[in-house]
């Protein structure tokens, strides 16, 4: 895989954190510094509800996907959910994202995951295609609601 993929760890979180920000500054997402932090940490410290790898070379990743697990009946057994992913505007168009959008399932169907799911913007066409090109398919019959507590 030539966008090679790094479990993050604590000692990225200053590196990733660089990504986060300007993924949240480009999609309009409101997150102070702490929050963020707050919330990337567990998941650099080995929590078991989810992971983030960084794309590309360690020192100076293209990108990252943070990816978090749950359990669902429908699908049999524990499913997880892309959170977010984010590649470098300079190096998109590449196919960064299908590469990773293809492998990664791959490799968590075989650590046992049944499914995994993901959100995306109802107006952005050119992420949903490369979605759709990576195997996603959008449930018809249902959409994604939040309640944030």
Do not use: K, S, W
């Given at each position: 895989m030539s966008a090679a993929l790094k479990l993050a760890r604590p000692e990225?979180?200053?590196?990733?954190?660089?990504?986060?920000?300007?993924?949240?500054?480009?999609s309009g997402i409101t997150q102070d510094a702490?929050?963020?932090?707050?919330?990337?940490?567990p998941?650099?410290?080995?929590?078991?509800?989810g992971c983030v790898y960084l794309i590309g070379p360690g020192r100076a990743p293209l990108g990252y996907i943070v990816l978090t697990f749950g359990w669902s009946v429908e699908f049999g057994g524990m499913d997880g959910f892309v959170d977010e992913i984010y590649i470098r505007p300079a190096v998109r168009g590449r196919g960064?994202?299908?590469?990773?959008?293809?492998?990664?399932p791959k490799a968590l169907a075989g650590a046992g995951l049944t499914a995994l799911h993901l959100e995306v913007d109802r107006a952005n066409e050119t992420t949903q295609n490369l979605y759709l090109r990576t195997g996603f398919k959008p449930r018809e019959r249902y959409m994604l609601m939040s309640k944030p507590l």
């Open positions: 990225d979180l200053d590196r990733l954190m660089g990504l986060v920000t300007a993924f949240h500054a480009e702490d929050q963020t932090r707050n919330a990337l940490a998941l650099l410290d080995g929590i078991p509800h960064i994202a299908t590469e990773v959008l293809l492998a990664l």
